[in-house]
Structures are given as C-alpha cells and as structure tokens.
C-alpha cells in the first residue's frame, strides 16, 4: 500500500506516490505490518520472568523459532542477553581454545570477532578476510579447526551461497553469526554447530535480547571443555560440567524484558501465518529484486556485491557509480540526507566502516510496494545532488 501527496509548483519534480512506511533501517527494523501497539497488551508486565506465566511466554518464543526455522530436534535455543553480539561472544568464550580457530571476515562485525579471538583472547587463529563487496572463500577453510563467520553481512551486504563446502565430518565447530540472515535464508543446520541472531533484524523485534541455537556437538564440547580463562556469569552455561538445560527451556541467564518478549512472539505469529519460513524469505527475495532490478536499468548505481550470487536479500547496500561524484561519502550522505528529509527513507546511509554509499533493509517485515515507491525518490535525489 503507498499513499499519495498532490503536486505542486515545489514539489513538481518529485515523485508523486510516497512509501506508507519509510523505515528501511537495517536494525532495529520496520515491525511486521500488521503490527499494533495494542497487540502487545498480553504481555506478563510486572511479573517475573520466572513465574509460570514469564516462563511460558519464553518458551513459547523458543518453540516457535524452533517451528519456523526447521531447527532440529536434539539442538538447544536459548534466549540471552546483549543482542546478536552477546550471544556470539558466549559462544567464543565459551567453546573456543580447545583447538586452533579459522577467523573469517568480510565486513565489520566479522572483523570484531577477529578482534576478540586474536587480541583478547589470544588464540592460535588464522584470519581470513575480503574486501566489502566480495567474500571469502569457504572451501579454503580449515574446518578441523574451530571455525567463526557471518552468514550474511549486514554492513557489506554480501551472504555465503551455501553451506555445501561445510564438511558433515568436521572435527571443528562452526560458529555462525547468523543476525541478518535467520528468517530470510535457509541455514544448513547440519552444517552449524554454533548460530547467533537477535530479535531486531528480519523479525523486527526490540533490541538487546540475543538467540543462541547449540548442536549436539556444541553441547559436548561445552561439557567436556572448560576455558583456560575465567567466564564472567553472564556467559556461563555449563555447571558442574553439564549444561545448564534451563536456559534453553525459558529460564534466562538474566531479567529479559517481558514487553519486548511478547512483541516477538507478535512477529513470530505472523511467520507463521503468512507461510514460515518459505512465506519470509519469499517477501525478503521480492524487496532485493525490486532494488536489483532498478540498479541493473541505471548506470549511475550498483549493488556493492561484486558476484551477484552472494548478494544479500536483506542488507541490500549499494553504490554510486556516476563519473561526476568527486566526494563518494559526502555524495551518499546527501543523498541519504533527501530521502530522509522528505522523509521517503529513514536511516539508509551505509555503515559508517563501510565504502561509502546506501545500505537498505529487505528484510520480510517491510513490503514491497514501499521498496518500490521509494525508488523513484532515490533518482529523484540522485538527480537532485548531482546537479546541485
């Protein structure tokens, strides 16, 4: 659905359908359309988390993203805290030093695990990196090694195609930091031990609560390991040797927020009624194409993906290719700056650590028709700053 605004004498060059919702930011992001504030109003407020009600409502969050993403029975889903990088770095402090580690990188969040592992935490590692844009080539990897990377980078827009190259009989981990990617890509599970993601990406959901998904191979390198560093409480997940099962059956490691819960739980309904999985990536694919198809008809724009095969449906980044721009930065975040003004497009400049240029969230929760009214204004503002 878009709206309409009449032409005027000021506005005679701009487009005249606008998008009904302008939120394309790439985290937090827009809520499910049928999203109301008045749907939240289930939620146990003032009530702890612990009591039979908070317990069930968490529990019901863990069987439907079970439900949703095909998670197999005998892997673990945790809700904890800190968000998607909480989550991760439980994980590396919790799994890794029981052998060297394969760091892979090729955006920025995947350059901060790197940083983790090779400085703080000092393990025997080999850095794999690309430039944003192109990725790294996974069957290269050593993966009787430990081996950590994002599925789908958020700040380069570039995803791995598929986990084929992932050997089934690996003597390693894999630890995947799946944020952008979870509820829009079909993640191998067999070929993830180790699966990170938040609430505020695909599913549009409220930040600080983080997902943690563990295979039976995770689980028994956490009880048969312990790390030659101390965990601070809020990473602990084994006791006595054995894993703590309740913090994957809705007993969290700490307080949650019961709001932010329920709203999830909003989201995860609606996967669920518009098809699961299938129905989510469906609506990611359309919103990517709309924008592809736009910067395939127009010289002055590019997908920031050097091989179309790995181009993200969710972060979409882009960027500008016109001989004129003298000042990349400066050009995007003016254009930027329009879109937002009008506001047509909220919070679409690139990643501050990334090449300069748009980055536009795909993800399942914004619709298609709004991709498609705001493209007009990215021209119309493209003009605008190149003939300023």
């Known amino acids: 659905m878009v709206t309409t605004t009449p032409a005027s004498r000021d506005t005679a060059r701009k487009p005249i359908s606008r998008p009904a919702n302008p939120r394309f930011s790439s985290g937090p992001c827009a809520k499910p359309p049928v999203w109301k504030l008045e749907a939240l109003r289930d939620a146990p407020l003032g009530r702890s988390h612990r009591a039979a009600v908070g317990n069930a409502k968490l529990a019901e969050a863990i069987d439907l993203t079970r439900e949703i993403l095909g998670v197999p029975a005998g892997y673990r889903i945790g809700i904890v805290p800190a968000s998607d990088t909480g989550a991760f770095e439980m994980a590396m402090w919790s ?21 983790d592992v090779v400085k703080q935490l000092k393990i025997d ?20 090694n430990d081996v950590c990377f994002t599925w789908n980078g958020t700040t380069s827009g570039v995803r791995v195609v598929s986990g084929d190259v ?3 009989d690996r003597a390693g981990l894999t630890l995947c930091d799946a944020t952008s990617a979870a509820f829009a890509q079909d993640l191998p599970w067999g070929k993830l031990d180790v699966t990170t993601f938040s609430w505020q990406k695909v599913m549009g959901g409220e930040a600080a609560h983080g997902m943690l ?56 309904k609606w996967a669920r009624a518009i098809g699961g ?15 592809w198809n736009f910067c395939a008809e127009r010289p002055w724009i590019a997908n920031l993906a050097v091989d179309p095969a790995t181009r993200s449906n969710t972060s979409v980044c882009l960027k500008f290719t016109d001989p004129r721009i003298t000042d990349g930065a400066a050009f995007a975040k ?26 536009i969230w795909c993800g399942a ?10 493209l007009p204004w990215l021209e119309w503002a493209f003009e605008a700053e190149i003939n300023a």
Do not use: C
Request: hydrophobic share 45%; aromatic share 8%; no cysteine.
């Open 125 to 144: 590692a080999t850095v794999h990196t690309a430039e944003y844009g192109e990725i790294v080539d996974m069957a290269t990897l050593n993966y009787d």
């Open 166 to 168: 992932i050997p089934v």
């Open 213 to 268: 998904i563990l295979s039976p191979r995770a689980v028994e390198r956490l009880e048969s390991y312990t790390p030659a560093w101390p965990l601070p409480k809020i990473f602990r997940l084994t006791k006595g040797g054995k894993l703590i099962e309740g913090i994957f059956e809705g007993a969290t490691i700490n307080t949650p927020s019961m709001l932010a819960v329920e709203d999830y739980l909003v989201a995860l």
């Open 277 to 291: 999985l299938d129905g989510l990536m469906h609506r990611a694919n359309a919103n990517a194409q709309a924008i």
């Open 95 to 115: 799994l890794l030093g029981e052998r060297p580690a394969q760091m892979v990188a090729w955006e920025s969040f995947g350059a901060g695990w790197v940083t």
């Open 365 to 374: 929760t914004v619709e298609t028709s709004d991709i498609e009214a705001m």
């Open 334 to 359: 003016a254009v930027a700056k329009r879109l937002e003004r009008e506001k047509i497009a909220l919070d679409v400049g690139a990643y501050r650590d990334a090449p300069a240029g748009l980055r």
